[in-house]
C-alpha cells in the first residue's frame, strides 16, 4: 500500500458509512400518494404546533387561572377516546381519503371559529372549550385513516422508510411551530395563529383531496361496538402485535419524565432556563434518528430491535437521572428520544406489515406526541404526558419487556404492497 492509500481508503469507508445513515428517501421519489400525505402532513402539524401555544396563552391571558387552562385538557379527552375508537372503526368500512378531506374541512370551519373568536373585543371563554372538544373529535376521527394510509402508498419494503419520513414532517412541526406561535402571540396576537393554522389545515386538506380513491379491499361491516371488540380480539391473539403494545406501555409507565421536568429544571439542576431545552432535547434526538435512518430498511428482526431501543430509552432516562451536569441531562434526553424514534419506527413497521389492511383503522395504536391537536399546557408539565418518574434504576424497563415477551423472531407479515 502506497501512503495515500491510508486517507483514500478513510474516506472510501466514510462514504459508506454515509450512505448507510443517509435517509431513505425512495418512497418520496416512487410513490405520488406518498408525497402528498408526506407534504400534507408536514403542513398540517405545523399549523397544530402554532396553535398549541395560542390556545393557553388566550386562555391563561384571559382568565390568569393554570387550571382553566388544564381543564381544557379534561374537555377534549372524552372525544379523543370515544372518537378515536370510532375513527378507526370508520377507517376500515369507508374510503379513507374521503375521510381525510371531510375531517379536514371540520378543522378548517372549527379553527376559523377560534380565530373569529380571538379577534372580537372580548373573546368567549366558552366557546373555546365547546370548539376544543369538536376539534379533538375531528382530529380523532382522520388520524386513524391517515396513518392506515401508508401501506397502501408505498411497496412492502419500504415501510420503515416511510415511516421515518412521516416522523421527520411531524417533528419539523414541532420544533418549528411552537417557535413560530411564540413570535405570533407577542408580536401580533393569538388570531393570526388561528389564522396560520386555518391555512395550513387548507392547503393539507387540498392536498389530501389529491389523493386516488382508497375504499376498503374487502367487504366490510358498517362500524359497530362490535367491530371494535373484534378488532381488540384480534390484537390479543396476536403474539407479536401485543408485544409491541406491552413494550410501549412499560417504557413510558416506568420511564416517562417529561411531568417533573419543571422540577428537575428549577429545584435539581438550578437552571430553569433550561425548561424549554428539556421538552425539545428528545424531540431534537426524534429527528437526528429520522435523518440517519437509512440503516432502518436492512434490519429485519423488528421484535429485536424494538426490544433494544426500548431498553436504551430507559437507559438513557436512568442515565439522566443520575447526571449532574446540565449538559449532559439534556444528552442523556436527547439520546432516549432518539432511541424512541427508533421503536417507533419498527413498532409501526410490525403493525403495517402485521395488521390486514380491513382492521389496520382500529389496531393502529402509534403513539402521537402530539395527543390531541389542540394540547394547551397544564401549569408548565404539559396535559395528556404518560404520568412517570425519572427515577435512577427503572431505565431497565426495555429489559423487562424483553424478559416476559421473549420476542426473538420477527413478525408474520400479512399485508403486501399496494393492498
Known amino acids: 500500500m502506497t501512503p495515500g492509500d491510508g486517507p483514500v481508503t478513510f474516506l472510501r469507508r466514510l462514504a459508506r458509512l454515509f450512505s448507510r445513515l443517509r435517509m431513505d428517501l425512495s418512497p418520496l421519489h416512487t410513490s405520488r400518494d406518498y408525497r402528498v400525505l408526506f407534504l400534507a402532513g408536514t403542513v398540517f402539524y405545523l399549523g397544530a404546533m402554532v396553535s398549541y401555544v395560542a390556545v393557553p396563552f388566550q386562555l391563561y391571558q384571559l382568565t390568569g387561572s393554570n387550571f382553566v387552562v388544564g ?11 370515544v372518537f378515536g375508537l370510532w375513527g378507526g372503526a370508520l377507517a376500515d368500512h369507508l374510503d ?51 396513518e392506515a394510509l401508508i401501506p397502501r402508498t408505498v411497496a412492502h419494503d419500504q415501510l420503515t422508510a416511510a415511516i421515518a419520513l412521516s416522523s421527520v414532517g411531524l417533528q419539523i412541526g414541532m420544533l418549528a411551530g411552537p417557535a413560530l406561535g411564540g413570535l405570533l402571540v407577542s408580536s401580533v396576537g393569538v ?76 429545584d435539581v439542576l438550578r437552571r430553569p432556563d433550561l425548561l424549554g431545552l428539556l421538552y425539545s432535547a428528545a424531540t431534537v434526538g426524534a429527528l437526528a434518528a429520522s435523518l440517519t435512518s437509512g440503516w432502518a430498511s436492512r434490519v429485519h428482526h423488528h421484535g429485536r430491535a424494538v426490544v433494544l431501543a426500548a431498553i436504551g430509552w430507559g437507559g438513557a432516562v436512568a442515565l439522566a437521572g443520575l447526571a449532574q451536569h446540565p449538559w449532559l441531562v439534556l444528552l442523556c434526553f436527547t439520546a432516549a428520544g432518539a432511541a424512541d424514534q427508533v421503536s417507533g419506527m419498527f413498532r409501526s413497521t410490525i403493525w403495517h406489515q402485521t395488521i390486514p389492511d380491513g382492521l389496520r383503522g382500529r389496531l393502529d395504536r402509534r403513539r402521537d406526541p402530539l395527543g390531541p391537536r389542540r394540547r394547551p399546557v397544564r401549569g408548565a408539565a404539559g396535559r395528556h404526558e404518560r404520568r412517570g418518574a425519572l427515577r435512577p434504576g427503572r431505565g431497565g424497563d426495555g429489559g423487562v419487556a424483553a424478559r416476559l415477551l421473549g420476542l426473538r423472531r420477527t413478525h408474520r407479515p400479512v399485508c403486501r404492497a399496494g393492498t
Open 191 to 266: 388570531g393570526w395563529c388561528f389564522l396560520i393554522d386555518v391555512t395550513g389545515i387548507v392547503v393539507a386538506t387540498a392536498l389530501f383531496s389529491r389523493l386516488r380513491s382508497y375504499p376498503p379491499l374487502e367487504q366490510t361491516a358498517p362500524p359497530s361496538l362490535r367491530g371494535i371488540g373484534e378488532g381488540l380480539q384480534y390484537a390479543l391473539t396476536r403474539r407479536d402485535l401485543l408485544g409491541t403494545y406491552v413494550i410501549d406501555i412499560v417504557a413510558m409507565v416506568l420511564a416517562m419524565p417529561t411531568v417533573i421536568f419543571p422540577a428537575l429544571a428549577q
Open 96 to 146: 379513507r381519503r374521503l375521510m381525510l378531506v371531510w375531517t379536514g374541512v371540520a378543522q378548517v370551519v372549527l379553527t376559523a371559529v377560534l380565530a373569529v373568536n380571538a379577534f372580537q373585543p372580548h373573546p368567549h371563554i366558552w366557546l373555546v372549550f365547546v370548539v376544543a372538544a369538536f376539534l379533538s373529535a375531528a382530529g380523532a376521527l382522520q388520524r386513524p385513516s391517515r
Open 71 to 81: 381543564a381544557v385538557g379534561l374537555v377534549e379527552l372524552v372525544p379523543l377516546v
